[in-house]
């Protein structure tokens, strides 16, 4: 299994910024896991969780047209982290966002996916 802890959410005013981390970790005993993919997706009540922007392990990113030019995705291979910077944010911005890991066990070609406990994003003046 793996556990994924998020960190970096909170209030700000329209216009500015934030910067959120998930850092990966895994806690089942005897195993070895590759991490395909790593992102970030959203969700408001009444509305359907959506993907912001995912990134793979060879750097190949995917970014929702709503956040284009203003959020960047990276990652962090060694660290098992995948950040999300978060510019000229606006007030539909406003969710709680969570963070996804696909991960393949070494020497399988099945996928897992994980996620996070989702952290609160409020742009608000």
């Known amino acids: 299994q793996v556990q994924l802890v998020e960190s970096g959410g909170g209030l700000v005013q329209p216009g500015g910024s934030l910067s959120l981390s998930c850092v990966a970790s895994p806690v089942a005993s005897g195993r070895t896991f590759s991490i395909i993919t790593m992102g970030w997706y959203r969700q408001v009540p009444g509305q359907q969780r959506e993907l912001v922007a995912s990134?793979?392990?060879?750097?190949?990113?995917n970014v929702a047209d709503s956040v284009k030019g203003r959020f960047t995705i990276s990652r962090d291979n060694a660290k098992n982290t995948v950040y999300l910077q978060m510019n000229s944010l606006k007030p539909e911005d406003t969710a709680v966002y969570y963070c996804?890991?696909?991960?393949?066990?070494?020497?399988?070609?099945?996928?897992?996916?994980?996620w996070g406990r989702g952290t609160q994003v409020t742009v608000s003046s």
């Open positions: 990134i793979t392990s060879d750097g190949r990113t």
């Open positions: 996804n890991v696909v991960v393949t066990p070494v020497k399988t070609t099945h996928a897992i996916n994980y």
